[in-house]
């Protein structure tokens, strides 16, 4: 009798201790000789565990990676720049004054020396056109810049539910791995029993010894992944979450996914790597008409005051520039050419994401009919057929091979539904990281 039988299987934090490979020999341990204080201290280390680890659930752990997550962060503060540079691109130009002071000596016997003051204030002028230009384009970067963000968060979180539903994934393994072990040494048990009375041969020992250790050694390294797992996860959260913790969500918890055209919808109508695509064409855009409008000569308003010892004047007038040499046709066929890259890689974004999903879509179906044939078929003929061999195995109606060969059949079954199982999370996790959904786990 194994100590993971006298405690609490269902308790998550027993669960969590028995699956860590540090106490994996505390909960292989064979029943003592006092069974009552072996079951004492399993009820008290229930206890114990119950409130010192925090349980975690997905949906709580992709908020605790937004918040903690420095390269999300960043990626927020990039928006926050580009909201500012949209201020930048609304500011009127600054007036300039220029004030210029000296003496004067006269010459001839009409002039009066003494002191002498110019002030020249001069007012660029903000043609309406060039700062629509120039404000659509920094719109379009503050667009570009959040849902940039976005598709980043997207990224993050893909990568921390593959993290999650790997776990998942080896907590099974390893549940289903401690599972052939404790059966191992039951058969082993009976085995040993049998060959003392002479009712099977040594040899049936020998083999059942063998087939043990290797059950040992196999829920041993499945253990360890568990860990390995279990550590990539925390990588992917972030240093808020502590380093032991459990999980409350179980293997087989994946939603449902809506019709392929459905999702094909909300991809074209709301994917941040398209909203960025179709930001970054605008900005190209307006960024082609600003640079068009500086063909245009620059104006600026001019008053000047001056002032002698002998008169004052002021002038009034406009600073207009002539466009005589350069006519930004360098900086025109720059913008151009980006505008041309921009459109290109819309279309590319288009195509790419409608093929991705429906890569996907046909992974999820493949995998959810896997699980559904392992699930209500397989599995259960193979436990099924387990059972009957050992229990033609008691009665000495079949020998210990046909045992050995029936839990075969189960650990395969057993390792195809959870492998299919991770293909459908994987494929679900795919097609979310395309429509780019915060939520929608269970």
Same mark, same amino acid.
């Given at each position: 009798?194994?100590?993971?039988?006298?405690?609490?299987?269902?308790?998550?934090?027993?669960?969590?201790?028995?699956?860590?490979p540090?106490?994996?020999?505390?909960?292989?341990?064979?029943?003592?000789?006092? %069974?009552?204080?072996?079951?004492?201290?399993?009820?008290?280390?229930?206890?114990?565990?119950?409130?010192?680890? %925090?349980?975690?659930?997905?949906?709580?752990?992709?908020?605790?990676?937004?918040?903690?997550?420095?390269?999300?962060?960043?990626?927020?503060?990039?928006?926050?720049?580009?909201?500012?540079?949209?201020?930048?691109?609304?500011?009127?130009?600054?007036?300039?004054?220029?004030?210029?002071?000296?003496?004067?000596?006269?010459?001839?016997?009409?002039?009066?020396?003494?002191?002498?003051?110019?002030?020249?204030?001069?007012?660029?002028?903000?043609?309406p056109?060039?700062?629509? =230009?120039?404000?659509?384009a =920094?719109?379009?970067?503050?667009?570009?810049?959040?849902?940039?963000?976005?598709?980043?968060?997207?990224?993050?979180?893909?990568?921390?539910r593959?993290?999650?539903?790997?776990?998942?994934?080896?907590?099974?393994?390893?549940?289903?791995?401690?599972?052939?072990?404790?059966?191992?040494?039951?058969?082993r048990?009976?085995?040993?029993?049998?060959?003392?009375?002479?009712?099977?041969?040594?040899?049936?020992?020998?083999?059942?010894?063998?087939e043990?250790?290797? =059950?040992?050694?196999?829920?041993?390294?499945?253990?360890?992944?568990?860990?390995?797992?279990?550590?990539?996860?925390?990588?992917?959260?972030?240093?808020?979450?502590?380093?032991?913790?459990?999980?409350?969500?179980?293997f087989?918890?994946? %939603?449902?996914?809506?019709?392929?055209?459905?999702?094909?919808?909300?991809?074209?109508?709301?994917?941040?790597?398209?909203?960025?695509?179709?930001?970054?064409?605008?900005?190209?855009?307006?960024?082609?008409?600003l640079?068009?409008?500086?063909?245009?000569?620059?104006?600026?308003?001019?008053?000047s005051?001056?002032e002698?010892?002998?008169?004052?004047?002021?002038?009034?007038?406009?600073?207009?520039?002539?466009?005589?040499?350069?006519?930004?046709?360098?900086? #025109?066929?720059?913008?151009?050419?980006?505008?041309?890259?921009?459109?290109?890689?819309?279309?590319?974004?288009?195509?790419?994401?409608?093929?991705?999903?429906?890569?996907?879509?046909?992974?999820?179906?493949?995998?959810?009919?896997?699980?559904?044939?392992?699930?209500?078929?397989?599995?259960?003929?193979?436990?099924?057929?387990?059972?009957?061999?050992?229990?033609?195995?008691?009665?000495?109606?079949?020998?210990?091979?046909?045992?050995?060969?029936?839990?075969?059949?189960?650990?395969?079954?057993?390792?195809?539904? #959870?492998?299919?199982?991770?293909?459908?999370?994987?494929?679900?996790?795919?097609?979310?990281?395309?429509?780019?959904? %915060?939520?929608?786990?269970?």
């Amino acid at each position: 009798m194994l100590l993971w039988e006298v405690v609490d299987r269902s308790n998550p934090g027993i669960a969590a201790l028995c699956g860590n490979p540090r106490w994996h020999a505390v909960c292989s341990m064979k029943l003592m000789k006092n %069974p009552i204080k072996l079951f004492v201290f399993g009820c008290g280390l229930s206890a114990s565990l119950a409130f010192a680890l %925090p349980e975690y659930d997905l949906a709580s752990l992709e908020a605790l990676a937004l918040s903690s997550n420095r390269s999300v962060l960043a990626a927020r503060d990039q928006v926050t720049a580009a909201r500012y540079g949209v201020d930048s691109a609304g500011a009127f130009p600054n007036p300039e004054l220029e004030y210029l002071g000296g003496t004067t000596r006269s010459r001839g016997p009409a002039g009066n020396p003494g002191d002498a003051r110019s002030a020249t204030l001069t007012q660029p002028l903000d043609l309406p056109w060039r700062r629509a =230009a120039r404000i659509g384009a =920094a719109e379009a970067g503050l667009e570009a810049a959040g849902a940039g963000a976005r598709a980043f968060e997207a990224d993050v979180l893909a990568h921390l539910r593959e993290r999650y539903f790997e776990v998942l994934r080896r907590e099974a393994e390893f549940s289903n791995a401690r599972e052939d072990a404790a059966l191992m040494e039951s058969v082993r048990s009976r085995i040993s029993l049998r060959v003392e009375t002479g009712e099977a041969p040594r040899f049936e020992l020998i083999k059942a010894d063998a087939e043990m250790l290797n =059950a040992q050694k196999t829920a041993q390294a499945a253990g360890f992944r568990v860990e390995q797992a279990r550590s990539l996860l925390r990588r992917a959260v972030g240093s808020a979450l502590p380093p032991e913790f459990t999980l409350t969500s179980r293997f087989r918890d994946v %939603p449902v996914l809506t019709p392929l055209n459905e999702v094909r919808q909300q991809i074209t109508a709301s994917s941040p790597n398209l909203m960025r695509a179709r930001a970054e064409t605008v900005r190209a855009e307006r960024q082609l008409e600003l640079e068009r409008s500086l063909r245009w000569p620059n104006v600026a308003l001019k008053a000047s005051m001056d002032e002698d010892p002998d008169m004052r004047a002021s002038q009034y007038g406009v600073v207009v520039s002539i466009p005589l040499w350069d006519r930004r046709k360098g900086p #025109i066929g720059e913008a151009s050419a980006q505008l041309s890259r921009a459109r290109n890689e819309l279309e590319s974004q288009e195509f790419s994401l409608t093929k991705a999903l429906e890569v996907a879509y046909q992974q999820y179906e493949i995998a959810q009919t896997q699980v559904t044939a392992l699930e209500s078929g397989i599995v259960l003929q193979a436990e099924a057929a387990l059972r009957v061999a050992e229990s033609a195995y008691r009665f000495g109606e079949r020998g210990f091979l046909e045992v050995l060969d029936a839990q075969r059949v189960l650990r395969a079954a057993r390792a195809e539904l #959870i492998a299919a199982r991770f293909e459908r999370a994987s494929a679900w996790v795919e097609i979310e990281r395309l429509r780019a959904t %915060p939520g929608g786990n269970k």
